[in-house]
């Protein structure tokens, strides 16, 4: 079976899960902040992107507005369509959304684009060695590829539900893996060197 095949067929297998775990996504939700509240490099942090959860996507309503709380610069994922890959742009409680490629909210005509200190993803499914399951796009590995390529420094935090943790996911040369994967039971780190 073909990498592609196997990545569809664990997309559909995570896809059921998450949606039986999201019966408990207020209670879960509400527990992510509490992994981030202590950390250096989060308190260090000024620029963050998160996104606008989806579906049965844990919801990111009360890391966002933690975020905000912070004083921090929440900024959200926008789909570049030239370049195939996201840009980040400035949100707060007044900017205005509109519903982008997929469905997902975006504040597409927010004038600042920024370069995030702290990225936040999306996932289907997570392994302890770094890879996450998106849903087929490709644009967060596209977008890390490139902030690597230009020497940006980020760090990656994928957000899930514990559950949602595989033995391995199906990846390939274009996956790029994350720093972390943020739950509501823990934050995993995951042990490799991100910058060379």
């Not at 606008?52 to 994922?77: A, G, R, V, Y």
């Not at 996201?86 to 005509?109: D, H």
């Not at 590995?141 to 690597?148: G, Q, V």
Request: proline share 3%; hydrophobic share 35%.
């Amino acid at each position: 079976m073909k990498i592609v095949e196997k990545k569809i067929k664990q997309r559909i297998k995570f896809t059921i899960k998450r949606n039986n775990l999201y019966l408990n996504n207020n209670i879960a939700s509400k527990l992510l902040q509490e992994h981030l509240k202590d950390l250096i490099f989060f308190k260090k942090s000024k620029i963050i992107a998160s996104f606008i959860s989806i579906k049965t996507e844990i919801s990111t309503k009360f890391l966002n507005d933690f975020i905000l709380s912070k004083n921090k610069t929440l900024c959200l994922p926008v789909i570049d369509e030239r370049n195939d890959r996201l840009i980040f742009k400035e949100y707060n409680s007044k900017t205005k959304l509109l519903p982008g490629k997929y469905g997902v909210m975006e504040p597409r005509y927010s004038v600042k684009n920024l370069i995030p200190e702290i990225i936040f993803t999306p996932c289907l499914s997570f392994d302890e060695s770094g890879f996450r399951l998106g849903y087929g796009g490709g644009y967060y590995d596209k977008t890390f590829f490139y902030l690597k390529k230009n020497k940006q420094q980020f760090i990656s935090i994928a957000v899930a539900f514990d559950d949602q943790k595989a033995k391995q996911v199906i990846h390939d040369n274009y996956d790029q893996k994350i720093n972390y994967i943020l739950t509501e039971k823990k934050l995993y780190e995951i042990q490799w060197k991100f910058y060379s």
